[in-house]
């Protein structure tokens, strides 16, 4: 299988999951995580019409787009891997969206560079739940989020649009993101960024409206060693 064929399959896939479940979102974004993948497995995957990318590491990030960005104008980079408080003047230029905000003192410092330099690219930001309260995963914990997100929108005004989470590999993961959906509905956020290669369907007939897919278009990952610790657990 290559990139286009998996691509077809998937978009196939998302379309028959929407039509199975009542509350499946009407627009589901397909995203790409493109974590370790070069340019050329990129551009097949843009060429099979994937418009969204999600990247894990900033600089990784930067040096991999810097080309790719000129050349496909209207690409739309996430940022979805863990990101670090001296980080963050760089993903605010690099991403459009930002989908691992998960603590006080990035949204802080978020906001503070917000106001003395802009918002660079970022329009958007999703928080992400640890949901299954990990110690070695990033995310704030659910019994924290409803306060988290209100800090967020009402006292530093961040444009926060919905709720990431990254399931614990062990477990099923509809009870996940049913708690993700549930903690969103009752904070009115319309976004639900969940749903890996394993258990996208799944995540879409529980109401995602962003799956993020890494080697099901990509194929396995197989460059370990560029990833971190957090990032190898999720490989
Ligand atoms: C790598 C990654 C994905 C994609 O994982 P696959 O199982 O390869 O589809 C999704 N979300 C995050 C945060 C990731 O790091």
């Known amino acids: 299988m290559n990139i286009k064929d998996n691509v077809r399959e998937i978009v196939a896939n998302i379309e028959k999951a929407k039509a199975d479940s009542p509350i499946s ?3 589901v974004s397909l995203l790409a995580a493109s974590k370790v993948q070069d340019a050329s497995a990129i551009e097949e995957a843009i060429a099979a019409g994937i418009t969204c990318f999600g990247e894990n590491r900033v600089q990784e ?6 080309g790719l960005r000129e050349k496909y104008p209207h690409i739309k980079l996430h940022l979805i891997g863990a990101l670090q408080t001296n980080k963050m003047k760089q ?11 998960d603590r006080v003192e990035l949204a802080e410092e978020i906001a503070k560079i ?29 019994e924290k989020a409803d306060e988290f997100i209100t800090y967020c929108i009402r006292d530093l005004g961040l444009p926060v649009v919905g709720l990431m989470c990254v399931p614990p590999a062990n477990q099923p993961p509809a009870p996940h993101f ?8 009752r904070n009115n956020l319309l976004n639900l960024s969940m749903g890996m290669s394993g ?3 799944t995540a879409i007939r ?6 993020r897919i890494g080697s099901g278009i990509f194929g396995e990952r197989i460059i370990k060693q560029m990833l971190t610790p957090h990032e190898i657990l999720l490989a």
């Open 61 to 66: 990030a930067r040096e991999k787009w810097l």
């Open 199 to 201: 258990d996208y369907e």
């Open 91 to 101: 993903a605010l230029e690099s991403f459009y969206v930002i989908q691992s905000l």
């Open 25 to 27: 979102a009407v627009k």
């Open 114 to 142: 917000r106001k003395t330099n802009g918002g660079g690219r970022t329009t958007e930001f999703y928080i992400q739940v640890n949901t299954g309260e990990e110690p070695q995963k990033a995310g704030v914990l659910p």
């Open 178 to 185: 049913a708690l993700l959906r549930e903690i969103a509905l």
């Open 206 to 211: 529980m109401g995602a409206t962003c799956v």
